[in-house]
């Protein structure tokens, strides 16, 4: 069946940093592709989204490329802030049927 | 204006007890789900609704029962509650089916089962 798999946590990272968290997908077809990203004590909130091959998604720095050939949806931002801590799922949709990743728990040093 | 509420936000318990989670959503959107996620953080879809239909229904026990008044509603009802049963849940809701949509997802309900 249809699975995410991204890296596990936590990462840390300090202030400025480069951000690269990884994710890969099994699916057959071509399902869309999400970031949702979640604040302590919060519930998940969509941070980008890409619905179709080599379609790049983008939000707040944030970017991540749907590649089909290497079925991966890798989350990358250039330079990290401490506000950026928090928990971040990727997430495959198909037929209305969200798939989450594991999750990979980010802690950003000031 | 919460896009997406549930009620209560905390909830504990005693096993077998019978208890319910409230949602509700302002967005207008067609489409609302529950999901539970686990003490590790994992989210696992258990059921969706599209205008007040019940479209996806995953292996949950039995137990658990959503009801869908209307299409700004789908609370969760549990019954006979488990130790397991102690998580997170989380309402949710889209526009409508199909992969495309973002689903907009309300702030959790924390149940302990004692």
């Known amino acids: 069946g249809d699975s995410v798999t991204q890296m596990e946590g936590p990462v840390t990272l300090s202030e400025e940093a480069f951000l690269t968290i990884n994710c890969t997908y099994t699916a057959t077809g071509y399902p869309s592709l999400f970031w949702y990203v979640q604040y302590p004590g919060e519930g998940l909130q969509l941070l980008l989204k890409?619905?179709?091959?080599?379609d790049k998604g983008s939000n707040k720095g944030f970017e991540a490329t749907y590649r089909k050939e290497t079925t991966s949806f890798h989350l990358e931002k250039g330079s990290v802030q401490v506000s950026d801590s928090a928990v971040y799922f990727c997430?495959?949709?198909?037929?209305?049927?969200?798939?989450f990743g594991k999750g990979t728990r980010l802690h950003i040093l000031p | 204006d919460t896009a997406v509420s549930q009620t209560p936000k905390y909830l504990v318990t005693q096993m077998g007890n019978d208890k319910s989670i409230k949602c509700e959503q302002n967005l207008g959107h067609d489409t609302m789900y529950w999901y539970k996620q686990d003490s590790k953080k994992f989210l696992k879809i258990m059921f969706s609704?599209?205008?007040?239909?019940?479209?996806i229904n995953e292996t949950v026990p039995n137990r658990f029962s959503p009801k869908s008044p209307d299409k700004a509603h789908l609370n969760l009802h549990i019954n006979s509650l488990e130790l397991g049963d102690s998580a997170v849940y989380f309402c949710?809701?889209?526009?409508?089916?199909?992969?495309?949509?973002?689903?907009?997802f309300g702030p959790g309900t924390r149940l302990t089962v004692t």
């Open positions: 890409a619905t179709k091959a080599d």
């Open positions: 949710a809701s889209s526009p409508g089916t199909g992969g495309w949509y973002e689903q907009y």
């Open positions: 997430a495959l949709n198909r037929d209305d049927k969200i798939i």
């Open positions: 609704y599209n205008n007040k239909e019940l479209i």
